[in-house]
């Protein structure tokens, strides 16, 4: 669910007037800690094509010739609300049975479209068979940017999750985060970013829901900070042109549960004057994390910036032809995309995917 193979590209400055919307002392608790991610969308996703041998040396995929393409979203099929994976064996069963197509109501780039599917009897299973690999679910590993006591909300992630298949970004229909433990890292050399290894602990209660999947990250609801945070009271927030080039802190867990504060440099700042995903680009130079992980590895993207006592955005991405170095996203974003701060008449959403 981390897409990180991202390569360096320029950052393109703007003009900027700061944005009024942010109030000046709006205070969150950073976060650090590794969460376990499960979601599931809100329909059922193709992520591919599946040939059918209805006859010896005859194949087809009934969902091929439908239209369907890896990507689309099913929504509905014969007007049933698909909110569950499991429901479509049965319409399709039925529909094979009573020689009658499949009315499959589907989304593709925002905009809903309808398709006709005649299921194919599958020789060698006995089954009838639509020809689509489908998906409803999706889980992995990130870190928990914020959490902000006085709204009830969290942020993590940094950047949107997208399906491993199709690369298309997860319609989220319901979802939630746990607490989750890091067992072992592979470490980033260049040309190949390594991973955190870690498992969701079985005792673990829902720490928050998810409710949206944005180009900075996962939002939802929560009610109390996790534990193990390095913060106990909430510190202020930088919003975007008070972030400067120069020494932060990242914080983020390498080891179990443990969540530590490690020095980096920011070297590039771009001035936006909308939401962009690529706001800095930070350099690790703490010779522990170095060590420790060769830089930036998936499963740190959300990773709180601190700078002058203050929060400034998280690590989103890493370079992968330079491991030591990566994105960060402005934490004024993510605010937005949580509900914590409004958007605003005076900025529009420009949103990028990475």
């Not at 599917?117 to 940017?145: E, F, H, Q």
């Not at 009610?223 to 919003?239: F, Q, T």
């Not at 700042?269 to 995903?277: D, H, L, M, Y």
């Amino acid at each position: 669910m981390e897409p990180f193979p991202s390569y360096a590209a320029p950052l393109n400055d703007t003009s900027y007037s700061p944005a009024a919307a942010v109030p000046r002392e709006l205070k969150v608790i950073p976060g650090g800690q590794t969460i376990g991610v499960k979601v599931k969308s809100a329909g059922v996703l193709v992520v591919g094509h599946h040939s059918i041998e209805v006859a010896e040396g005859s194949k087809i995929s009934p969902g091929e010739v439908s239209g369907l393409v890896p990507g689309d979203l099913m929504t509905a099929i014969n007007g049933v609300k698909l909110d569950d994976v499991s429901k479509v064996a049965k319409l399709v069963e039925h529909a094979g049975k009573t020689d009658k197509p499949l009315t499959i109501l589907f989304k593709r780039a925002g905009k809903v479209h309808t398709a006709k599917l005649k299921p194919a009897y599958d020789r060698n299973d006995n089954v009838w068979r639509m020809g689509l690999y489908i998906r409803d679910s999706a889980a992995g590993v990130g870190t928990l940017t914020f959490y902000a006591p006085e709204h009830g909300v969290y942020g993590a992630l940094g950047h949107v999750i997208t399906d491993m298949n199709t690369g298309t970004p997860i319609v989220v229909g319901s979802g939630h985060i746990v607490q989750s433990s890091v067992t072992s890292i592979s470490k980033s050399q260049d040309g190949d970013p390594g991973e955190k290894r870690a498992s969701f602990l079985r005792e673990s209660q829902v720490l928050g829901s998810v409710e949206s999947n944005t180009d900075f990250g996962i939002f939802g609801k929560m009610s109390r900070n996790p534990e193990h945070s390095l913060y106990k009271e909430p510190i202020p927030v930088a919003m975007s042109h008070e972030v400067k080039e120069g020494p932060a802190q990242i914080l983020t867990v390498v080891d179990g549960q443990r969540v530590e504060k490690f020095d980096v440099e920011i070297i590039h700042v771009a001035r936006q004057r909308s939401p962009e995903t690529k706001g800095m680009v930070l350099r690790i130079t703490d010779p522990r994390l170095i060590e420790k992980t060769g830089g930036i590895v998936q499963g740190m993207s959300g990773s709180p910036i601190v700078q002058d006592g203050r929060l400034i955005g998280a690590v989103t991405h890493v370079f992968v032809n330079d491991p030591k170095s990566g994105y960060g996203c402005f934490i004024e974003w993510m605010l937005r995309d949580s509900g914590v701060t409004p958007s605003g008449n005076d900025l529009t959403l420009k949103l990028k995917a990475v």
